[in-house]
């Protein structure tokens, strides 16, 4: 159910979906919640998008514009008020989604009284893997991240990256294929964030997982995706696709090339039209 | 083993000690019994300089003296005490955390019992004591009863409070993993609840051995309680005033008992909140 190798496809050296392949998607999707003022807030409306297998997307979008909502309903979590969301094309109910899609919340909440070992292992405990297969996978993907000095560490004696970094191995070992970071990086100094966008598009190329980041960072969502979908702001909608055709890895020289300012152009015009 | 190492490790273990932290300890240890000793010193002067009569106040000194020579018959009357104090909060904390659950849940029950969980507490024990004594004699039952009836209640507090100060986010995460409710429960709620039923746990403790006292006053065949009230008929108000010092120091030993379980316990609540106190990272 939960062997991690079962679900690698090393990315193929074209990411670019292919015609009809889908791994998550979502479909005619709108949300509305009673607040708490009892009025009806429309936090989404028809949002449809379709993320390919290995496929690296991000939702990009202004604050309040509902992607955590999104990303909620994406996971299982709520469900939606309309629309509907599939797995590898089959329709899905939210419970049926619960367990097999990773969510990494913006916070780590890493449980204090375990260790880093003991947290990354949390899903695959819920999900009755015997603990000491379970710890072998972890440590496993610690070995292959650099994080085997902190396996016995606990969340309190680690820094604020290396806590996403559990938090995103506990994400990976909970799942299948499909994992939603929300906004993980976002509470972290400049410096170590783009140490870990690094460590990030590392594990996803080592992990052969689909993702879905979202993100209000216009440089992070060039930096990392094949893909960038703009949300406009509350009730949210898809706004503009924009293709991330630029050559990995993203170094300095990619940064600085005319197609990067471009893409920066275009995906900053599209955020803007919308305010 | 080579000396030099041994010189080494030892010079580590000496720098590895905290210092800062053993003398602050020290500070929290004296500073209290320095306090009691200034009191106890105010009242020695003064019961001798005033030539208070030793019938209505005696002096400490006195107490202490007459206390140790009558060590013979109070140390068994506290064993008898612990003793019961020792079950009737075995039950307390099964019943409290228990509750604590159940109420947790199962929200009507909640709304259902919650306030009479409250009303409870308003009954005075004294009124109730001698109803118990006269419904379940002077055995164990009654005793228990009272020991619950004066203990559970922080504990339940505590417990409900703690179950529910779990971050909703969290529990999101866990839900995502597809865990039940149970799971939910005992992997993270339960965990994460320890420190507040701790604190629960620290009160009812001392209010335990209260309980204990005052269900043996109204009726037993032993204990502190009994030693008390005999004391008190035959006017030796010296023997009263330290049996009740050996009731405090019993209460405080059985709260130190309780924090050195909790640091055991829970070490990463205190090793995470030393780090928020020290600022640092």
Known sequence: MLDITASFQHPSSDRAPKPGEQCIAAMNVSHTYRGDDGQRVAALRD????????????????????KSTLLGILAGLDAPTAGVVLLDGQPTTPRQRLGRIGLMPQRDLLLPWRTALGNAVAGLRVHGVPGNIARAQARDLFARFGLSQFERAYPHALSGGMRQRVALVRAALASGPVLLLDEPFGALDALTRADLRHWLLEAWQGLGKTIILVTHDVDEALLLSDRVFVLSPRPGTVRAVIDVALPRPRDLAVQGSAEFVELRRRLLTALEAQL | MNTSITQQRIAAWWSGIPWHRAARTAGKILAPLAALGIVLGAWQIYVTSANINALILPAPSQIAQHTLADWANLQPALVVTLQETAIGFAYALAFGLGTAALLDLI???????????????????????????????????????????????PITVAGLDGLRATEPDLIRLYRSFGASLWQIFYLVRLPNALPAIFSGIRIAITYSVIGAIFAEYVGAEQGLGVYLREKQAAFRVDLVIGAIAVTAIASVALFLLVMVIERVTIPWFFAARRKVAGGEG
């Not at chain 1, 939702?59 to 509902?66: E, M, T, Y």
């Not at chain 2, 228990?144 to 009836?149: A, E, G, K, P, Q």
């Open chain 2, 107 to 153: 929200p009507p029950l909640r709304a259902a019992l919650s306030p009479l969980f409250v009303a409870s507490q308003s009954i005075p024990i004294v009124a109730l004591a001698p109803l118990l004594q006269l419904w379940f004699g002077t055995d164990l039952t009654a005793k228990v009863i009272v020991i619950v009836l004066v203990c559970f209640f």
């Open chain 1, 47 to 66: 949002v449809s998008l379709s993320v390919a297998p290995g496929e690296f997307a991000s939702v990009i979008g202004p604050s309040g514009c509902g």
